[in-house]
């Protein structure tokens, strides 16, 4: 089996360089597009992130959210307190920063590989810059479906995390040292802040680089599979299925190039003539399951690791079941109308409104930190009580 499946890997990669030789102008394009998107879209709303997540890492931060906020990862989601910057910056940023800080963690023996895999499971997910304003705004010309998308692929994630509680049982327990001041880690790690910070943009921009090869990688596979007509072959196949769940066919080329990358999935779905009640419902569902060029990004991140993929794998195919049905019915208890906005796609991620990429996202990061910090104070201080 092992075998064969090599054997047809070489013979794909032989017929895209062939394809590169054959359309070369198709190809260039698709290539042009993909480091479009990475240089003015990921590169600006994930490189700062990337750098600041291994500051706070290496100055003993996280290590002291560890501490305070043991009292509630640990009931709900069976991960270390240290989870909670993960889940904080996993829910906005947007992917693949989830699957990086994980390893970090797991790096940094905060965690054991048993927890790693369930952080896994729910800490690495889109981001709110993409869901409301490429998706919603720029594409759908409609806030509220951003709104129903977001919080349809939060509560799946959410949900994933409190079914992945019961996965597995950790070998071995991570212990927190009592000096949880930042100042004592510090000088525990023996390196000044021009060093950690110079090490953080070298690990930052390593990242950041091996995301922009994947996203590039896969424009140009989604543009050689319409050129063969292959996602036309597979809507003949998927076509029984989606007329069973009511769904024109027309949707379904649009559906799988979403499987494959979900920046050009939603495009695709944004302009289908269905809906609108159904466009949130597939887009909702392609963007928790993250797109196969996502999942390369996870491999390439955990490559590293003892973490395994599977389970990640099937935590997001969860969430894309859960993602659907729960979008589906917040669709019937808010009814969408199609709005009549003419921003462009994109808008909020233009290099022209740089300040734009990161502002939500920060809010929303200390936002949730906050919330988190003070509902572990709360936690812990009716625990006293008792």
């Known amino acids: 089996m092992k075998k064969a499946l090599y054997n047809i890997l070489i013979s794909l990669i032989i017929l895209m360089v062939i394809s590169l030789v054959i359309f070369p102008k198709e190809a260039l394009e698709a290539a042009k597009g993909g480091i479009n998107l990475w240089l003015f879209t990921i590169a600006p709303s994930l490189f700062p992130f990337f ?8 100055l003993g931060v996280v290590h002291f959210l560890g501490n305070l906020l043991e009292p509630f990862m640990r009931p709900l989601f069976n991960v270390p307190g240290s989870g909670s910057f993960a889940m904080a910056i996993g829910y906005t940023s947007g992917y693949p920063v989830g699957a990086q800080i994980i390893t970090r963690l797991w790096e940094e023996k905060l965690c054991t590989t048993e927890e790693a895999e369930r952080l896994m ?13 490429a998706v919603a705004i720029g594409m759908m010309n409609s806030p509220k479906a951003g709104y129903i998308i977001m919080a349809s692929n939060y509560l799946a994630a959410i949900t994933t995390g409190l079914l992945f509680r019961f996965y597995k049982k950790s070998t071995r327990k991570v212990t927190y040292s009592k000096k949880t ?8 790690n023996k390196k000044n802040f021009s060093i950690l910070l110079s090490e953080a943009v070298t690990k930052s921009v390593n990242t950041i680089l091996l995301i922009g090869g994947y996203v590039v990688f896969f424009s ?13 072959l597979f809507s003949s196949i998927f076509k029984p299925f989606f007329s069973l769940l009511g769904i024109e066919e027309i949707v379904i080329p649009s559906f799988l190039s979403g ?4 920046t050009v999935g939603s495009s695709m779905i944004s302009q289908l003539p269905i809906p609108i009640s159904q466009k949130v419902v597939l887009i909702s569902s392609i963007i928790a399951w993250g797109g196969i060029s996502i999942h390369g990004q996870v491999l390439g991140v955990i490559s590293k690791t003892k973490i395994g993929y599977f389970p990640y794998f099937i935590a997001k195919s969860i969430q894309f079941f859960l993602a659907g049905a729960y979008s589906y019915l917040m669709t019937i208890l808010t009814p969408l109308e199609e709005q009549a906005l003419t921003l462009p796609a994109f808008n909020m991620y233009s290099s022209k409104n740089p300040l734009n990429l990161l ?7 200390i936002a949730t930190l906050l919330f988190l910090i003070f509902l572990s104070l709360t936690l812990a201080f009716c625990s006293k009580k008792r």
């Open 51 to 58: 750098i600041g997540s291994e500051l706070l890492l290496q």
């Open 121 to 133: 499971a729910f800490c690495n997910n889109s981001g709110p810059l993409f869901m409301l304003g």
């Open 181 to 188: 001041g930042f100042y004592s880690i510090v000088v525990q």
């Open 220 to 232: 140009v596979v989604i543009e050689f599979l319409k050129l063969y007509n292959i996602l036309s």
């Open 259 to 262: 499987i494959l990358e979900i």
């Open 359 to 365: 502002q939500l996202s920060s809010f929303l990061f």
